[in-house]
């Protein structure tokens, strides 16, 4: 009888450990820190536009309208400024300067205008016009570069006048891929500019220089 007692006892015992043990396991699973997700990768190839906006804070927008905070760089050279930034894939620019004509940035150039990927842009009062060419000789001429084989790399661009000056905004890729686009790279980039009185790309510059702009 008493050994009967004790097996039953024994056996309620551990039914008893049992179903605490299978609570207890269940509570902890349940009480466990949400499981750790790691965020998808960014899915921006070179192509997709990257909307990144400046420190400054104020999203790129080619309007012609240079607003404050829209770049982290500006230079000036006499009466042109060149207003720039760029993220990992593109660079964007901003170039005013005082003239009712053309206005225009040229990279990588090796003797005088030689070799420079030159975007030159103006602002006719109806339209904005913006030419990527590539300077054959040290003084041109500079054809558009979808004559000589080459791609028109400009994904987005804007233009204005406004009392007396005009501004052109482009956005271009970093390394846009072919012969006639020399990457930009990060640190420093030479470059040349150059502004016009006309509304006409063949026709030349009443200012030109060069200078460096630095790529992060
Ligand atoms: C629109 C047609 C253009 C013509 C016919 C032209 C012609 C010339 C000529 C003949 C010179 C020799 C010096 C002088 O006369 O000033 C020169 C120099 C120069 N050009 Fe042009 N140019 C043109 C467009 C441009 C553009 C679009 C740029 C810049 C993006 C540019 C940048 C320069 C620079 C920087 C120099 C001086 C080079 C040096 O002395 O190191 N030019 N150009």
């Not at 420079?116 to 339209?127: D, L, P, S, W």
């Amino acid at each position: 009888m008493f050994l009967l007692t004790s097996h039953r006892y024994h056996r309620s015992l551990t039914k008893y450990l049992f179903i605490l043990f299978a609570v207890l396991i269940i509570g902890l699973s349940a009480c466990q820190a949400p499981q750790q997700t790691t965020p998808a990768a960014p899915s921006t190839s070179p192509d997709q536009p990257s909307a990144a906006a400046p420190v400054g804070g104020v999203p790129w927008v080619a309007d012609g309208i240079i607003t404050p905070g829209e770049y982290l760089n500006h230079k000036a050279f006499g009466d042109f400024d060149i207003n720039w930034y760029n993220d990992d894939h593109y660079i964007y620019i901003g170039m005013k300067a005082k003239t009712m004509g053309w206005v225009a940035v040229g990279f990588g150039a090796e003797t005088f205008m030689k070799n420079a990927n030159i975007v030159q842009g103006y602002f006719n009062g109806t339209k904005v016009e913006v030419a990527d060419q590539y300077s054959v000789g040290n003084f041109g001429p500079h054809p558009d570069v979808t004559t000589l084989g080459g791609t028109y790399s400009i994904v987005d661009y804007g233009g204005k006048q406004v009392d007396g000056y005009t501004i052109i905004e482009f956005k271009r890729k970093l390394d846009p891929g072919d012969q006639y686009h020399k990457a930009l790279v990060k640190g420093t980039n030479n470059i040349i500019w150059a502004y016009g009185s006309d509304n006409q790309f063949l026709i030349k510059h009443i200012s030109r220089g060069t200078g460096e702009i630095i790529i992060q």
